[in-house]
């Protein structure tokens, strides 16, 4: 650890001490070590013992800057290690970020793009239009067309703080590990899971081709529009995209102010959620409010604007027949089923009891039912469909954690803009019809429809392969043929070997015990022990 380092861990150690964020392990299970450093070496008092210790947490992390601020709000969507409150509270996090200047932006914007800023944008404003912990946003205008777009540009020096910050963050979750109480929390995990979230945000090429691909998926859609990409124009610290116009999702005054249709608009963001999930597998995961706005057009008809696809999820088939099955089984209270399925999706081992898991999921699921079906949130019953799963052997499954993170945000957001939402109403039929595609006729015909393409290309091939098979065949039979008669012959002089050898010990007892009665016989047993040897060694080669 250079001297950099041990100075960040020092502040980091100070920052959580001075919040009292050690007071959440009980003493009682800290190693000595720890409580001896404790002591001696990070003395500081927590100084907001009044505070819970979701905000301590949470006033921690803003203290200890972006890196650990985005660390918390990953943190506040996984209800499966965190307590409710905690998590609550770390889903306040702002990053806060100053920006930095304007002149290092045309800078690395030119470097990455190799041509002087005027060549490529004919307006560029200096000021950013927006600075977060990662990248800064400049509005301009494309020489080429006039457009109005923005360009993204990363934060410089970013790349050595998530390092530095990133390396420190393993150690203390080494040093958690530690404790037992807190292994349960799987912080070494985490922290990777972390760092491949960051890995892929630093990345804009993949946030292009994510917002690319979204954009095609949702192309002439009234739900969702997804700003256009310059390809041409994008680099791993460079992106330049569309400039859209909208009202941020979350100012519900002003969606109101303009006679938004508030119920539709709530009700499509369902929608556009299991339509990203079930149609496409390809769904947008970082849909937190100030990434998603509503375009001015149309209010009585309203339509999304979604922007910053760094982070999506993908889900193969299976994962989506079972998700899809699980919902209809759990909505009809057949925790038999939603037990069975997940043994059948490998989620759980095969060996699992399905009886106690089915009796442990509608533990924990039936009091979900006391509410109205209308206020059930799909995501914490996933969460708690998963937390039971977990203490059967589930295996973490990245994809169902990032979607249960998307699928909270996503009825959070509905709730929020029309509170009587009733998200079963909306999704049921679209769950029915998805589940109804999947087996049948309808399905049949797909399966044929997709590959039959694919069959069509290679039918020129078949009269030669099957001709190349049926050879192969005969091929295969001759061998085993032979194969099978040299066994044959290896299992006689075996079995002829065995005979001579249990002949040539007789002999030899024989001889011993005559050996002081008649010397002759005993010779004549010595010598047939010699031969019968020499005939049952011979058959074994
Ligand atoms: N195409 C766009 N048109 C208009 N404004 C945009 C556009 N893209 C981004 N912005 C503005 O820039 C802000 C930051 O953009 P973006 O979310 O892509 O950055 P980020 O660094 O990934 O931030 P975070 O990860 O915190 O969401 C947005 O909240 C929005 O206000």
């Known amino acids: 650890m250079g001297i950099r380092a041990v100075l960040r861990f020092w502040v980091i150690v100070y920052t959580l001490c001075r919040f009292g964020i050690d007071e959440a392990i009980p003493r009682k299970f800290w190693p000595w070590p720890m409580r001896l450093a404790r002591r001696l070496l990070f003395f500081w008092p927590n100084r907001y013992k009044n505070r819970p210790v979701g905000e301590r947490l949470r006033l921690a ?25 905690v998590a609550e509270s770390l889903a306040l996090l702002q990053d806060q970020v100053k920006p930095f200047a304007g002149e290092e932006a045309i800078k690395r914007i030119e470097k990455a793009l190799g041509r002087p800023l005027n060549e490529i944008f004919c307006e560029f404003d200096v000021t950013p239009l927006a600075s977060a912990s990662i990248a800064q946003v400049h509005c301009a205008t494309l020489c080429e067309n006039g457009a109005e777009v923005v360009v993204k540009v990363i934060r410089p020096g970013i790349e050595d703080v998530i390092d530095s910050d990133i390396s420190l963050m393993r150690r203390f979750a080494r040093i958690l590990r530690l404790i037992p109480d807190a292994r349960r929390l799987r912080p070494v995990e985490v922290i990777e899971e972390y760092q491949r979230t960051l890995i892929n945000e630093l990345d804009l090429i993949r946030e292009a081709a994510n917002g690319i691909q979204l954009r095609r998926n949702f192309e002439g859609a009234k739900e969702l529009y997804i700003p256009e990409f310059y390809s041409e124009l994008c680099h791993k610290n460079v992106l330049v995209m569309e400039r859209i116009y909208g009202i941020p999702v979350s100012d519900v005054d002003r969606l109101i102010e303009q006679g938004t249709n508030l119920k539709l608009l709530a009700e499509r963001g369902v929608e556009v959620f299991f339509t990203q999930v079930f149609r496409d597998s390809f769904f947008h995961a970082d849909m937190h409010p100030g990434n998603v706005f509503v375009s001015y057009e149309h209010p009585e008809d309203p339509m999304y604007i979604g922007i910053d696809c760094g982070i999506v999820g993908t889900l193969n088939r299976d994962d989506k027949r079972y998700l899809a099955e699980n919902f209809l089984a759990f909505f009809n209270r057949d925790y038999r089923m939603v037990a069975q399925l997940h043994v ?91 589940v109804r595609r999947q087996v049948g006729p309808a399905a049949l015909f797909d399966a044929i429809k997709t590959k039959s393409p694919y069959w069509m290309e290679k039918f020129p091939e078949m009269p030669e392969l099957i001709y190349e098979n049926l050879q192969l065949a005969r091929r295969h039979q001759q061998n085993f043929g032979e194969l099978s008669q040299l066994y044959l012959k290896r299992q006689k002089a075996k079995q002829a070997s065995l005979f001579y050898g249990l002949g040539a010990g007789a002999c030899l007892i024989s001889a011993a015990i005559l050996y002081n009665v008649d010397a002759e016989i005993c010779a004549a047993l010595a010598g047939l022990t010699v031969v019968l040897g020499a005939l049952g060694f011979r058959k074994l080669r």
């Open 61 to 85: 992390l803003e203290t200890l800057g972006p890196v650990f601020v985005k660390l918390g709000q990953m943190l506040s969507t996984r209800r499966d290690i965190l307590s409710k409150e």
């Open 344 to 434: 059948d999706s490998g989620w759980v081992p095969v060996d699992t009891n399905v009886s106690e898991f089915e009796a442990a999921i509608r533990t924990v699921c039936e009091p979900i039912f006391e509410k109205p079906l209308a206020e059930i949130s799909f995501g914490h019953v996933l969460v708690n469909l998963f937390n039971t799963a977990r203490r059967f052997n589930m295996q973490v499954q990245p994809q169902l954690v990032l979607l249960q993170k998307t699928l909270l945000y996503v009825e959070g957001l509905g709730r929020q803009l029309y509170p009587q939402l009733d998200l079963w109403k909306t999704a049921k039929p679209f769950l029915e019809r998805w």
